[in-house]
């Protein structure tokens, strides 16, 4: 019995030491600094390629609030970093519009267009469709 309750003695020691008792965290070394917070968002644009505005009149270049004056709500708004993305969606097409800023600090504007088919997706005119959703 009374090695059973060394062994048992031991184990308790040993697992003690698993608590987290331990050594303390340590010290800095001299000169040691801690990270910086993350820096500011750079002023530096990549300016984006804009479409040509060829069937496209009034929506490249158009800030979101007038796309959506345009066409009503989006089915879709989605931001990230300085870009959005806003998708309008008719009967039989679907409209992506991407808006970036082009210049330091500017409202994004709508600087690239896709069109699609609702159903299988196939590619289709942008203008088209652009005339398609101000019919609704």
């Known amino acids: 019995m009374r ?3 060394i ?6 020691a040993g697992l003690g030491g698993c608590a987290g008792g331990g050594r303390p965290a340590p010290a800095p070394r001299p000169g ?3 990270a910086a917070p993350a820096p500011a968002r750079s002023t ?6 804009v479409m040509a505005p ?11 609030a007038a796309l959506t004056s345009r066409f009503g709500s989006p089915r879709i708004d989605l931001a990230e970093g300085d870009a959005r993305k806003v998708q309008f969606a008719g009967p039989s097409c679907v409209l992506d519009i991407y808006l ?11 600087t690239h267009v896709e069109a699609r088919l ?8 942008p203008g088209a469709c652009i005339r398609e959703l ?3």
């Open 44 to 49: 530096i644009v990549v300016v984006p390629e």
């Open 100 to 110: 970036y800023p082009v210049a330091a600090a500017a409202e994004p504007t709508a």
């Open 7 to 12: 062994v048992l003695a031991l184990l308790a």
């Open 134 to 136: 101000e019919t609704r």
């Open 3 to 5: 090695g059973a309750a």
């Open 54 to 64: 060829a069937g496209l009149a009034g929506v490249i270049g158009s800030p979101a």
């Open 118 to 125: 609702r159903q299988g997706g196939a590619a289709v005119d």
């Open 32 to 34: 040691f600094r801690p």
